[in-house]
C-alpha cells in the first residue's frame, strides 16, 4: 500500500544561472524523505507551466512545487488560478534575479529552498490580476520594463542580475515618458511619466528596491509607484537619491497604495507582468486578489 502523497515539481530547465540537474536528485530525496511521492515535470517554452499545472495537478497531488525564475512562478499560479487549485504551492527560485523569492526570504540553495518548503508552513498571499491575466508581484511599465523580458537569456545565465542593471542603463538613453492618467483609491493622478509600476514585492527587476517596512504582501493592497519625467538634472538626481533611500518625497514621485486602479495612457504601452512581456492597452485595469495563493515556505 503506497502511503506516500504526491507532489508536482515543475522544473524550467532554462532558467538561472546554476546547473539544476546536479541538486535534482537531492531535491526529490529531500521530497521523498518528507512523504512525498515526486511527479517531475520539464518546460520547454513558454506557458508550458501553466499546461503543466492544469494536466497534472489531479486531486491526489497534495504539493505543487516549481523550480525556475519569477516567470516560472507565474505560470504556475496562473495555472493554479485556472483550475481553482486550493492546496499550497512552493518555490524554489533558480532564475537570474528572483526579486519574489528575494521578497520571501527563500533561500538560495535548491536544497535548503526545498527542505524550508518541506518543514514550511502555508500563508495566504495578495497577487493581482492586469487586464484579466494574473500577475504575482509586479505589473510595470516604462524605464527598466524591458530590461526583464530582451534581456537575452544566455546573458542573463552568465552575468545574472548584473545583466539586469548593464540593460537597463543601456535603455535610459531611449526612454520616453509616457502621459497617463490614473485613478486609484479615489484620487487622480495625471502626468508624463517614466515608470509605472503596481507591484507587491521589495525587489523590482533587480534595478530598483522598495523599503521593508513599506511593503506587506498579505494586506490586500498593492503599492503604487509613479515616477514622472524630470525637467532637468537636478531633478533627476533628486529622483535618484530617492529611491535609493527609500524616500518618495521628491515632486516628481508618487507612492500609495490600492486594490484596484485604472490606468488611461495617449498609447498602448509595453508592460511586464512578473518580468514577462504583458499586453498593454490604452485602457488598463488593475485589482488585487486577496489572498489569491497559498505559499510554503
Not at 492546496?87 to 527560485?93: E, L, R, T
Not at 538560495?108 to 514550511?120: C, F, L, Q, R, T
Not at 512578473?274 to 489572498?291: C, L, T, Y
Amino acid at each position: 500500500m503506497n502511503i506516500y502523497k504526491r507532489l508536482l515539481f515543475i522544473i524550467n530547465p532554462h532558467a538561472g544561472i546554476h546547473r539544476k540537474d546536479e541538486r535534482l536528485s537531492e531535491i526529490i530525496l529531500c521530497f521523498s524523505d518528507h512523504g512525498y511521492e515526486t511527479v517531475v515535470c520539464f518546460t520547454r517554452e513558454g506557458g508550458d507551466a501553466t499546461r503543466l499545472v492544469e494536466e497534472h495537478a489531479y486531486d491526489d497531488i497534495e504539493l505543487i512545487v516549481c523550480m525556475g525564475g519569477d516567470g516560472t512562478l507565474n505560470e504556475v499560479i496562473t495555472g493554479c488560478r485556472k483550475i481553482k487549485w486550493n492546496k499550497a504551492v512552493g518555490y524554489i527560485p533558480a532564475g537570474s534575479t528572483n526579486d519574489f523569492a528575494s521578497s520571501l526570504g527563500l533561500s538560495s540553495d535548491p536544497v535548503e529552498a526545498a527542505a524550508n518548503i518541506m518543514k514550511g508552513r502555508a500563508r495566504e498571499l495578495d497577487i493581482g490580476e492586469f487586464n484579466g491575466r494574473t500577475f504575482v508581484y509586479t505589473a510595470s511599465c516604462g524605464m527598466f520594463t524591458k530590461v526583464s523580458y530582451e534581456t537575452p537569456q544566455k546573458y542573463k545565465n552568465v552575468l545574472g542580475h548584473f545583466a539586469y542593471i548593464l540593460e537597463g542603463i543601456k535603455e535610459l538613453p531611449s526612454t520616453q515618458a509616457m502621459h497617463m492618467r490614473i485613478l486609484a483609491e479615489g484620487n487622480v493622478y495625471e502626468d508624463n511619466y517614466l515608470f509605472v509600476t503596481i507591484c507587491n514585492t521589495f525587489s523590482l527587476g533587480g534595478v530598483m528596491t522598495l523599503g521593508r517596512d513599506q511593503v506587506m504582501l498579505d494586506d490586500g493592497l498593492f503599492e503604487l509607484l509613479l515616477i514622472s519625467q524630470p525637467h532637468d538634472l537636478i531633478q533627476l538626481n533628486n529622483i535618484i537619491n530617492c529611491l535609493r533611500e527609500h524616500r518618495y518625497d521628491s515632486p516628481n514621485i508618487t507612492f500609495c497604495r490600492t486594490d484596484q486602479a485604472t490606468i488611461s495612457c495617449s498609447k498602448s504601452p509595453d508592460w511586464a507582468l512578473d518580468g514577462e512581456k504583458g499586453e498593454g492597452m490604452v485602457m488598463n485595469r488593475f485589482s488585487v486578489i486577496p489572498g489569491g495563493i497559498r505559499m510554503i515556505y
